[in-house]
């Protein structure tokens, strides 16, 4: 087959269709989105006063 036929069969390939990688792979594990850690119930202070200005903000527009 002539590389026009085989175009033609196929399609053009630029080299996206080969290995799929994990998608989680590379990514930092975080807890900052856990419910305990968004409330600042797990006892640091810093966490308690995000929590604090967290709330303010969901109340301000209510």
Same mark, same amino acid.
């Given at each position: 087959? !002539? $590389?026009f036929? $085989?175009?033609?069969?196929? =399609?053009?390939n630029?080299?996206? =269709? =080969?290995?799929?990688?994990d998608? #989680?792979?590379g990514?930092?594990k975080?807890?900052? @989105?856990k419910k @305990?850690?968004i #409330? *600042?119930?797990h006892? !640091? *202070?810093s966490?308690?006063?995000?929590?604090?200005?967290?709330e303010?903000?969901?109340?301000r527009?209510?």
């Amino acid at each position: 087959m !002539s $590389d026009f036929e $085989d175009i033609l069969m196929n =399609g053009i390939n630029f080299g996206r =269709g =080969g290995e799929r990688k994990d998608p #989680t792979e590379g990514k930092v594990k975080t807890k900052a @989105k856990k419910k @305990k850690y968004i #409330t *600042g119930a797990h006892g !640091s *202070g810093s966490a308690k006063q995000k929590a604090k200005y967290r709330e303010q903000r969901a109340n301000r527009h209510k």
